[in-house]
């Protein structure tokens, strides 16, 4: 599986797709929930041009959008995809939900979901699911449901799904229905690998690729957390190093699941 997904980077340098490209600059949106209709709010992301372009729906941890938020959209967007942080807490009055199931976050997304579709510029068969943490839980129960579940008759669903130091427990002994991309820190003391080693290993082959970072933490990818810090009980902390390969990992893993 290693060697697959080395093949997937050649063949994405020889497209041209590790070559950044122009992208807008993000915009406040808003749209409904697939749940009980709730306004719920987002921040679109999208390259420059008419597509239509792949879209990626990001999903944020229990402590609400981070510092980091236009950064990651703007990334995402140059690399050719159409981007929207979904916003769970703005519209609720909520600060953090880490002591919580956070049981409206898939319904957000799947709202999300019918949201690109209907833009002109979105292609709805190539929508990626990518969370982070809690968002990250939402990411694999998405993966575990076929990529759809009562999100309405617009006929998109997910296609494929990324999930950065998920709690894989929660979906223990479930099998992900989508190709799927777990990457977690081996010293993750809040959500750990060992978990997401163990869901990864029962997958059909190819279906879930899992990949535990050595010495990282959880909240790898987030600068804001640079030396560590204590945050609602979980120990966060920034790994520059950890951070870029894993932004690698997932570029080329939605380069490969998405880009046609």
């Known amino acids: 599986m290693r060697g697959f997904f080395y093949a997937w980077l050649a063949v994405a340098a020889l497209l041209g797709l590790l070559v950044p490209g122009p992208a807008e600059a993000d915009e406040l949106v808003k749209f409904a929930s697939a749940g009980q209709g709730e306004p719920i709010q987002g921040y679109l992301s999208r390259p420059k041009g008419a597509g239509p372009f792949p879209a990626v729906v990001l999903l944020h941890s229990c402590l609400g959008l981070p510092a980091e938020r236009a950064a990651i959209g703007e990334r995402i967007a140059t690399w ?11 519209t609720r009055g909520l600060k953090e939900t880490c002591a919580v ?13 019918v949201y690109l579709a209907s833009l002109p510029y979105v292609d709805p068969a190539r929508v990626a699911a990518v969370g982070f943490s809690q968002g990250g839980d939402t990411a694999l129960r998405i993966a575990t449901s076929g990529g759809t579940r009562s999100a309405g008759d617009h006929g998109a669903i997910f296609q494929a799904a990324a999930a950065f130091y998920p709690p894989c427990a929660n979906v223990a002994g479930a099998a992900v229905d989508i190709p799927t ?3 977690v820190g081996a010293r993750d003391e809040v959500t750990p690998a060992a978990d997401c080693a163990d869901l990864a290993k029962r997958q059909q082959q190819g279906m879930a690729r899992f990949v535990a970072y050595p010495g990282a933490a959880h909240g790898f990818d987030l600068a804001e957390f640079r030396g560590g810090a204590k945050v609602m009980g979980m120990w966060l ?24």
């Open 80 to 90: 050719g995809y159409v981007a929207l942080f979904v916003d769970d807490f703005a």
């Open 101 to 113: 199931d956070f049981k409206p976050a898939a319904a957000d997304a799947y709202g999300a979901l």
């Open 181 to 183: 991309l777990i990457l």
């Open 237 to 260: 902390a920034y790994d520059r190093d950890t951070a870029q390969r894993s932004w690698k990992e997932l570029r080329a893993f939605l380069a490969a699941r998405l880009k046609r």
